[in-house]
């Protein structure tokens, strides 16, 4: 079983900056894919950027050139750096990691970016 724990959300003006970490605790071996999701009010949830354990990225469009993501694999944990945030990527911001078959998600946290 594993256990991510997410940190770094919170209240940032358009066009500022935001650093979302997550860990991921328990009987862990090698963890294949990490990354994150975000769901905004009303909305599905949806990819913001992935990474493999060799290091292949995914990027959704919108997040592409903007945000940064970066793991490190012998303690992990996924971080994702957010960078030039506009009002639309407010939402709750969701750790995920495919570990065994198996998808796992973390508690969330909120990120507000105010116009």
């Known amino acids: 079983h594993v256990q991510l724990v997410e940190s770094g959300g919170g209240l940032v003006q358009a066009g500022g900056s935001l650093r979302l970490s997550c860990a991921a605790s328990?009987?862990?071996?090698?963890?294949?894919?990490m990354g994150w999701y975000r769901q905004a009010p009303g909305k599905q949830r949806e990819l913001v950027a992935e990474m493999t354990r060799g290091g292949g990225t995914t990027y959704s469009d919108s997040s592409k050139g903007r945000f940064t993501i970066s793991r490190d694999n012998t303690k992990n944990t996924v971080d994702l750096q957010m960078n030039s945030l506009k009002p639309e990527d407010t939402a709750v911001y969701y750790c995920n990691v495919i570990y065994v078959g198996v998808e796992y998600w973390g508690q969330g946290t909120q990120v507000t970016v105010s116009s």
């Open positions: 328990g009987s862990i071996f090698s963890i294949n894919v």
